[in-house]
């Protein structure tokens, strides 16, 4: 019988990751949000952890972690703050996506600066996945790489580029000029001042602000063939990793949205009852929840077949279906949160107008 009940040893891994999502990252959201970064002191806090240095040991990580145990870190750190959630999984997606496709030079040049105890919290790395006329899905790679005597030339654009203007390491997704689906999918090793390539700082954002961001735009841009990570399944299964963060992180955000409006709904009182007790409150709370767990289901099933090296077209499709639907839920619940809530909801007092700017800042 199919069972997704997580073993001692995840459970651990889990209830370290919602202590600190609820003791450090919920209690420094706001914080992080007016300085638009995390702070020095917590990324060494959660670097101390090992949470966040999920490479081979060989490398000084801390060993490569299972999928669905890192959906479940992922959900536990959105349920603590989204935006500070993916500054973290943002940054460490550049040396996971080397550690799963690269050559071992670029292993080594690399993946050991990330895993440093002493300094790898200060490393950013970043994962240019999205563009300019797409989302988070792989058929919407449109960026071009094209083979040019012993180098490649890179044209395209990338957006919500997670540090990708303070990065240390860059990896950015392409496809090979003149192929489809996903056998055609690479990733390079962008570097910071390579001419033709102009990289402009996210500002005034909606949501995600404590997750810095830029955009690209790549003009006959020339790389040497070492930027080249290895073969396309690597880069494939780096890039469903990503998806099953990204949807972990919207599952804990709806979490948070759903316990905050419950909490909120049994303690208000009107015309002499808790809000609660209404069948329009109460009927939004269970859908809620029921769309939550759909969502979650989702995302452990995908997280199994990524662990199991699942057939590449399948995990594909059901990656991306369970990272759709964490994003609308996540992004409904943080909205009826503020329903539930009302006037209040739009309040700095409370966190849900946070959660919907970063909910919707997903996309």
Known sequence: MLTFAPTDEQEEIRQLAQSVAIEQLRQSARRAEKDGNISPALAHTLAQTGLTAPFPEKYGGQGMIEAITYALIAEELGFGDASLAMNVLGSLMAPVTIALAGQESQKQAYIPAFSDEKTGHTQYGSFAFAERTGGYTLSEIGATARKDGEGYVL?????????????????????????????????????????????????????????????????????????????????????????????????????????????????????????????????????????????????????????????????????????????????????????????????????????????????
């Open 155 to 363: 044209n395209g654009t990338k957006r919500d580029v997670i540090h990708g203007g303070s990065a240390n390491v860059c990896v950015a997704l392409f496809r090979m000029e003149g192929t489809s689906g996903i056998d055609g999918l690479c990733a390079f090793v962008l570097p910071q001042s390579a001419n033709g390539l102009r990289i402009s700082d996210d500002v005034q954002k909606l949501g995600l602000i404590a997750a810095p961001s830029a955009s690209y735009s790549l003009e006959n841009v020339v790389v040497p063939a070492s930027a080249l990570l290895g073969e396309s399944s690597g880069v494939v299964q780096a890039a469903t990793l990503y998806m099953l963060l990204r949807a972990g992180v919207a599952c804990g955000m709806a979490r948070a949205s759903l316990e905050y409006a419950r909490e909120y709904a049994s303690g208000r009182i009107a015309f002499g009852r808790p809000i609660a007790s209404y069948q329009g409150i109460a009927f939004l709370v269970a859908e809620m929840a029921m769309k939550l767990d759909a969502a979650r289901l989702l995302l452990w099933s995908a997280a199994l077949d990524w662990d199991n090296n699942g057939e590449l077209a399948a995990l594909v499709r059901d990656t991306e279906a369970a990272q759709g639907q964490a994003l609308k839920i996540a992004k409904s619940a943080t909205i009826d949160a503020i329903q539930i809530l009302g006037g209040a909801g739009y309040l700095q007092d409370h966190p849900v107008e946070m959660w919907t700017r970063n909910a919707a800042a997903m996309e």
